[in-house]
């Protein structure tokens, strides 16, 4: 499968400073990207969907400017965790889906992020 | 969207074949069943998926009953390496490529 990775792969920061996570598509352009949380004993949550060239797409109860999404080119996205919590410690995980037909795709996952905030 | 129901958590014994179900009672005629599986503090593998033929690849099969409301997943020889969390997703042909995870099935395979 497509290689999809992220940096860091885990991170510990304080109270009230910004992280930046990376998601980069090793294998293929990618217009779009995904952005998920997960935190312990629960499922993946998605955040909100990266759009190279425009905005990104928030899931309702995602607050945008505290989660900075930069799609700055096809095969890179990155999430900035601004002015992080501790209720911010979470796996963050990104996916990427190949060009072509959207419903009979899959999409591939990077290993994810590991953030604390203390 | 719709919705899927998996047990929470289910065994097999190493060698044995799992067959992991899924209800999905309101999918729709343009939504796709698909699976993924996740090791712990890993990102979610690919696996399987279909619309309404039953599907096999080298990882496992995909079994969609005739009216598409349930489906299985099979993995054929289980391994201890196959010990998962597995996810099974319905997803609208015209979704802009969102997935949306349930709580899946824990799967421990033992020795």
């Known amino acids: 499968g497509a290689v999809v990775s992220q940096h860091p792969s885990w991170v510990i920061c304080k109270s009230g400073t910004s992280v930046k996570i990376e998601c980069r598509s090793l294998?293929?352009?990618?217009?779009?990207m995904f952005w998920y949380r997960q935190f312990p004993k629960q499922s993946l949550m998605l955040m909100a969907t990266s759009n190279e060239g425009s905005k990104a797409t928030y899931e309702q109860g995602v607050e945008k400017d505290k989660f900075l999404i930069n799609h700055a080119s096809l095969t890179l996205s990155t999430l900035t965790v601004t002015s992080a919590h501790p209720e911010d410690s979470s796996f963050y995980i990104c996916?990427?889906?190949?060009?072509?037909?959207?419903?009979?795709?899959?999409?591939?996952f990077g290993p994810g992020t590991r953030l604390t905030v203390l | 969207d719709a919705k899927t129901t998996q047990p929470p958590s289910m065994d097999c014994a190493e060698g044995r074949a799992a067959n992991l179900p899924c209800n999905h009672s309101?999918?729709?005629?343009?939504?796709?069943v698909y699976w993924y599986r996740q090791i712990h503090s890993q990102g979610p593998q690919y696996i399987i998926h279909?619309?309404?033929n039953n599907e096999t690849n080298e990882m496992a099969s995909l079994i969609i009953t005739e009216d598409r409301k349930s489906s299985t997943l099979i993995l054929p020889h289980a391994t201890l390496r196959d010990t998962a969390v597995y996810y099974c997703?319905?997803?609208?042909?015209?979704?802009?490529?969102?997935?949306?995870f349930g709580q899946g099935t824990e799967l421990s395979v033992k020795p």
């Open positions: 997703i319905v997803r609208h042909q015209h979704q802009g490529g969102k997935l949306i």
């Open positions: 294998d293929f352009q990618a217009t779009t």
């Open positions: 279909g619309l309404k």
């Open positions: 996916s990427v889906e190949p060009p072509g037909h959207l419903s009979d795709n899959e999409q591939f």
């Open positions: 309101t999918i729709s005629g343009n939504e796709y």
